[in-house]
């Protein structure tokens, strides 16, 4: 039995498959929590040969699993050029479209669909705007685990690249993106399958970003992201939190970076939720558009999200809305910088980058700032995506 989480009330409970596929306590309600093995430093908890999220498989709470460690590190880019344009000592790009699918989610992806298989759990499925439901299907395919995978109709476009596979079917869902969890929660319900991941679970393999930075000894003093629901920024500040606690430092170290995040004008309901002190949201203040700028950052989630950003995040974050033509008129100017990092982006598959990079290109920051710009999105599609790959589903 899993033996890296636990409950802090109910010490002797052995923890349930469903319980620790929830990430938490049945008895209680509590999360659970990591039991970490203390070390002295840093070098004790690198696995130097392996790639992320599993080079620090030690602070995670799930065993290694082979099958989904693609042995890749990002390449972490020192860019002159936006040194130079932003005015700034140090920009760092890292550069996260090099894992399986080409994005961040493919962190994400690795440890929950690794767990999914440790705890037995065979048949999945998932819901997203794209991106995460594409990289969960990558894992599962590549660890055996069967997964269904929701998305918006409006969405499908956004994948490439991807082969049909019979345990691994794509659902396009015809409705408003808010409906999509819904569909995909019922789907599985009747069907018997274990609808992942949990916010908890979520956050695991996005907190391998801030076990890189430390690994790299960057005197990062902002982390630089585009923002959806907020699952990636809540990762990486969980992972400075724990490489803190297991090294005996303090958890919330005065010289730990701040963030500094980006949503587009047209949907930035975190921006405006984080600036007039909100501590939680309602349906109706998602700012969910018909025709967004870029459809995978819609995200109903703000709604889980924000009062854990509120209870971890430092109290000076910033979170600032890009206005959308901004995004366009600034791609002439972040072509040339990621051209100059060797990062190679496809700015109609996905903006994400590009919305943080416009946004920073028009923030006054100190010239002595540091920061760290988290790049993801996907390279150009190698080819279309086959008609008989997915299958429309209506609520
Ligand atoms: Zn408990």
């Not at 919330?252 to 004008?265: D, E, I, K, N």
């Not at 920073?360 to 790049?375: D, E, G, K, N, Y």
Request: hydrophobic share 45%.
């Amino acid at each position: 039995m899993h033996r890296r989480l636990h409950c802090v009330r109910c010490a002797d409970r052995v923890l349930t498959v469903p319980e620790l596929a929830g990430y938490s306590c049945g008895a209680c309600g509590s999360n659970l929590v990591f039991r970490i093995q203390p070390a002295s430093d840093l070098a004790q908890l690198i696995e130097r040969d392996r790639g992320l999220p599993w080079r620090y498989h030690k602070l995670l709470p799930v065993e290694y699993e082979p099958g989904a460690d693609d042995g890749l590190v990002p390449p972490v880019t020192r860019s002159r050029v936006l040194e130079s344009r932003l005015g700034v000592a140090r920009v760092w790009l890292v550069d996260c479209t090099v894992f399986g699918t080409g994005t961040f989610k493919d962190l994400e992806a690795a440890v929950v669909i690794a767990i999914a298989k440790q705890l037995g759990i065979g048949r999945i499925s998932v819901h997203s705007t794209g991106n995460t439901a594409l990289a969960y299907r990558h894992y599962a395919i590549r660890l055996g685990v069967t997964c269904a995978a929701f998305l918006p109709r409006m969405n499908i476009g956004k994948l490439g690249d991807i082969e049909p596979n019979l345990n691994a079917p794509i659902f396009a869902v015809d409705a408003e993106y808010a409906q999509v969890s819904d569909v995909a929660k019922r789907a599985a319900a009747r069907d018997g399958i274990h609808h992942m991941a949990p916010l908890r679970w979520k956050l695991e393999g996005k907190a391998t970003i801030a076990w890189l930075l430390r690994e790299l000894q960057l005197q990062v003093d902002l982390i630089v992201q585009t923002v959806a629901g907020g699952y990636g920024v809540l990762g990486v500040e969980t992972g400075f939190r724990r490489v803190a606690t297991a090294l005996g430092e303090p958890a919330v170290a005065p010289s730990r970076p701040g963030y500094l995040l980006f949503q587009p004008s047209d949907a930035d309901t975190l921006v405006r939720a984080w600036n007039t002190g909100a501590t939680e949201l309602s349906q109706a203040d998602l700012r969910l558009p018909r025709k967004p700028l870029e459809p995978t950052l819609q995200s109903t989630n703000p709604l889980a999200t924000l009062p854990l950003l509120r209870r971890i995040l430092p109290a000076e974050t910033v979170f600032q809305s890009v206005p959308v033509q901004l995004v366009d008129d600034s791609k002439p100017v972040i072509d040339a910088a990621l051209h100059d990092a060797g990062i190679d982006l496809d700015y109609g598959r996905e903006k994400s980058a590009y919305i943080s990079l416009a946004g920073l290109l028009h923030t006054q920051l100190r010239s002595s700032a540091r920061l760290a710009v988290i790049i993801t999105g996907s390279p150009p599609f190698q080819s279309g995506l086959a008609k008989d790959t997915w299958q429309v589903v209506k609520p």
